[in-house]
């Protein structure tokens, strides 16, 4: 972890954050003890599902959080760091780009929501800095919901936004 500023590696350390699939550092800090049955929720569940769960997740500069998709909407929250784009791919070929971060004048958020069954990853705004955000999943993350497949075709589908599409993958 030397190549990681001081303050991402002293939090990495601190938080007992952990490598993520997607990229980046995570530990889960919160998952709700009661469940939501499986015959109340939507089909594109499996299962019962805690009410909502939540995580610390660290990206470091030069990395990336790797396109992906949930099956939930995914709260992020800015703590710490430089500020986060969220680019997000839905289903009806639109994209949108989230500006998660402290600098209110240039159009970050302290939060933002990540719609479920979207695609979307993320990279921090300054590759010599870190980002620490928290994601909260409601109803709560599992594995099984999180689809981490080659995201090829969205530059097919998304042509204008090959550049951004190729960064994430």
């Known amino acids: 972890m030397t190549d990681l500023p001081h303050r991402a590696e002293e939090l990495i350390c601190?938080?007992?954050?952990?490598?993520?699939?997607?990229?980046?550092?995570?530990?889960?800090?919160?998952?709700?003890?009661?469940?939501?049955?499986?015959h109340v929720l939507p089909e594109r569940y499996r299962g019962d599902r805690v009410f909502a769960t939540s995580i610390y997740f660290l990206i470091p500069g030069r990395h990336v959080s790797r396109l992906?998709?949930?099956?939930?909407?995914?709260?992020?929250?800015?703590?710490?760091?430089?500020?986060?784009?969220?680019?997000?791919?839905?289903?009806?070929?639109?994209?949108?780009?989230?500006?998660?971060?402290?600098?209110?004048?240039?159009?970050?958020?302290?939060?933002?929501?990540?719609?479920?069954q979207t695609w979307f990853g993320a990279h921090p705004t300054d590759e010599a800095s870190f980002a620490l955000v928290g994601c909260t999943v409601a109803p709560g993350f599992e594995y099984s919901?999180?689809?981490?497949?080659?995201?090829?075709?969205?530059?097919?589908?998304?042509?204008?936004?090959?550049a951004i599409i190729r960064r994430l993958l």
């Open 14 to 38: 601190r938080l007992e954050l952990e490598p993520h699939p997607e990229g980046g550092f995570f530990r889960e800090v919160y998952r709700s003890e009661e469940r939501i049955p499986q």
């Open 68 to 116: 992906h998709r949930l099956c939930s909407d995914e709260v992020w929250h800015f703590y710490e760091g430089c500020g986060v784009r969220i680019h997000v791919f839905d289903d009806h070929n639109r994209y949108h780009e989230s500006r998660l971060g402290a600098d209110l004048a240039e159009g970050e958020l302290y939060q933002t929501v990540v719609p479920g």
């Open 145 to 162: 919901d999180f689809t981490m497949e080659n995201a090829e075709t969205l530059l097919d589908r998304f042509p204008e936004h090959q």
